[in-house]
Nanobody, 119 residues
Framework: QVQLVESGGGLVQPGESPRLSCATSASIFSFNAMGWYRQAPGKERELVATISSGGGTNVRNSVKGRFTISRDIAKRTVYLQMNDLEPEDTAVYYC?????????????WGQGTQVTVSS
């Protein structure tokens, strides 16, 4: 049973730079890709950033330059560094890991961590 556990969310002020962590019970190389999604109140879940098994990364255009995804293979952890947060970044952030292809693979999700950006 693959488990993903997020941490690092909470209440932050605009301009702060918290880091989210996603610890996985399986080797990171078990996943074809891992990523972060977020869901704001009343909105659909959206992809924020991904990192492939080879280490290639992609970041959503709207947060490019502020958010960075990275990983520590030995710690089995994927990170989302979020810089200069804005109130519009308020959302529940979910860690995702996919085993298999994007079409037929299995997706695994963490429980989500709330990030609230407010002064």
């Amino acid at each position: 049973q693959v488990q993903l556990v997020e941490s690092g969310g909470g209440l932050v002020q605009p301009g702060e730079s918290p880091r989210l962590s996603c610890a996985t019970s399986a080797s990171i190389f078990s996943f074809n890709a891992m990523g972060w999604y977020r869901q704001a109140p009343g909105k659909e879940r959206e992809l924020v950033a991904t990192i492939s098994s080879g280490g290639g990364t992609n970041v959503r255009n709207s947060v490019k330059g502020r958010f960075t995804i990275s990983r520590d293979i030995a710690k089995r952890t994927v990170y989302l560094q979020m810089n200069d947060l804005e109130p519009e970044d308020t959302a529940v952030y979910y860690c995702n890991g996919r085993i298999g292809s994007a079409i037929t693979g299995n997706n695994y999700w963490g429980q989500g961590t709330q990030v609230t950006v407010s002064s």
